[in-house]
Nanobody, 117 residues
């Protein structure tokens, strides 16, 4: 069963911007902290940003000030707005609920972000 579907990735120039979207079918979506993660080849998946049910946010130091995470509980939607992109942001980006069951059992296809001239 698909719980989270990521979209919006693509090829972007350094310094450019992208907006990633994550749509969810989770019935209790509004109760979960939702995170955006990324994984580059040969590297572990890392948490980029997350957002709590009440809108509280947290960001990795590497993206702080450049990325913005937001959610719309009514639409079961989480977005990651990315600006000033660099090659270090190249990765597959995933969204998931920060819940042990989801983190152990659910990872979708993700969406590829490639930052290149």
């Amino acid at each position: 069963q698909v719980q989270f579907v990521e979209s919006g990735g693509g090829l972007v120039q350094p310094g450019g911007s992208l907006r990633l979207s994550c749509t969810s079918s989770v019935s209790a979506f509004s109760l979960y902290v939702i995170g955006w993660y990324r994984q580059a080849p040969g590297k572990q998946r890392e948490l980029v940003a997350d957002i709590a049910y009440n809108g509280y946010t947290s960001y990795a130091d590497s993206v702080k000030g450049r990325f913005t995470i937001l959610r719309d509980n009514a639409k079961k939607l989480v977005e990651l707005q990315m600006t000033n992109l660099t090659s270090e942001d190249t990765a597959i980006y995933y969204c998931n609920a920060q819940n042990s069951a989801f983190l152990q059992q659910h990872w979708g296809q993700g969406t590829q972000v490639t930052v290149s001239a």
